[in-house]
């Protein structure tokens, strides 16, 4: 296969990279793609030095598959044209997630509704991604009817300018600003945009996302929140439920889960965090307890590496699910 890169040189690009590596995927050859200013630079792929290119070159050579990841201006403008082509596009913006025309992915979920006809499907918002890993098990055996999140999300979500940031704040030094805060020692209750109706962006997301993965009859409410982590998303998760349950099978439920680890003793202190999951592709999960306020319902605490199965992973086992059509 050929497969493209579109946006390579960025912080997700270069994981999608060594993902596709690790991944072992049957490249016959791979295609960088990144803006203007990198055109011409060299990436290095299995050993070897590939030179990158524009957009328009890329359109040329007719890839079987193009991984998007370069913002959604760039994906509404470019996945059609390739798409037109014959190209398949994995897209990890969210130009094309709540397209009612387009399936919106979790391989360990839903693959099973990809088809040879799907020529742009949408890769997840990262939060999203492993929140519903862990609710899908749990919503099969007892019905979710209301979820309730709180995350604490990486600045690596933001990219390069938001590292920077908070490099410049340790060093005490001035520089570009990617929040309208200082992050480090610092929390901003505020991922993306504000829209009209007092929520972020980044929680609509989450919100209309679970919605259209698992069940629109899930009532789901989020409250995003940056803190100065340089990897890994974290969510602090309330589950209601239709059935009662015993928390036991739910660990069960949760380690049979492909994609899951569960990370499970308190009393031991073991617990997922951001630090523990750099560079994994599982999402984890622990701290499962009962919430005694409320009837059938459950707490838990997921950690996943955001850039991996929040972002590259995700969409290289897309590629790897679509390959058997090209």
């Not at 049957?26 to 290095?44: E, F, M, N, T, Y």
């Not at 890839?63 to 996945?79: H, Q, R, T, V």
């Not at 014959?86 to 919106?104: C, E, F, H, Q, Y």
């Not at 309330?238 to 569960?262: A, C, T, Y």
Request: one cysteine or more.
């Amino acid at each position: 296969m050929k497969v493209a890169v579109v946006g390579a040189t960025g912080m997700v690009g270069q994981v999608m990279l060594r993902v596709l590596e690790e991944e072992g995927l049957k490249i016959s050859r791979l295609i960088p793609v990144a803006s203007p200013k990198s055109i011409g630079k060299k990436i290095l792929f299995r050993e070897e030095e590939i030179t990158i290119i524009g957009m328009e070159e890329a359109l040329l050579e007719h890839p079987d598959i193009a991984i998007f990841s370069a913002g959604g201006e760039a994906s509404l403008e470019w996945a059609p044209k390739f798409a037109s082509c014959g190209t398949i596009v994995i897209d990890n913006s969210s130009a094309w997630r709540m397209d009612p025309s387009k399936k919106l992915i979790v391989p360990e979920i839903n693959a099973d509704i990809l088809s040879k006809e799907d020529k742009i499907i949408a890769n997840p918002n990262c939060s999203t991604i492993q929140l519903v890993l862990v609710l899908k098990p749990l919503h099969d055996k007892y019905r979710i009817r209301r979820v309730v999140i709180s995350t604490y999300q990486s600045i690596t979500g933001t990219g390069v300018k938001a590292v920077k940031q908070m490099e410049n704040e340790r060093l005490n030094q001035k520089g570009e600003m990617a929040y309208p805060y200082e992050i480090d020692k610092n929390c901003i209750p505020q991922c993306d945009v504000f829209m009209e109706n007092g929520y972020t962006k980044e929680e609509m997301k989450l919100t209309n996302e679970t919605k259209k993965i698992l069940d629109r009859d899930i009532n789901v409410t989020a409250t995003a929140v940056r803190v100065p982590v340089v990897g890994g998303h974290s969510e602090a998760v309330n589950i209601e439920f239709e059935s009662e349950f015993e928390v036991g099978e739910v660990k069960k439920l949760l380690d049979e889960m492909p994609g899951i680890k569960v990370v499970d003793d308190p009393l031991q202190s073991k617990y997922p965090m951001p630090i523990n999951v750099a560079d994994k592709n599982e999402v984890f999960v622990g701290r499962i307890r009962r919430d005694e306020s409320q009837e059938k319902s459950l707490n838990l605490w997921i950690v996943a590496d955001n850039l991996r199965k929040g972002a590259a992973t995700n969409a290289v086992q897309i590629a790897s699910h679509i390959s058997k059509f090209i």
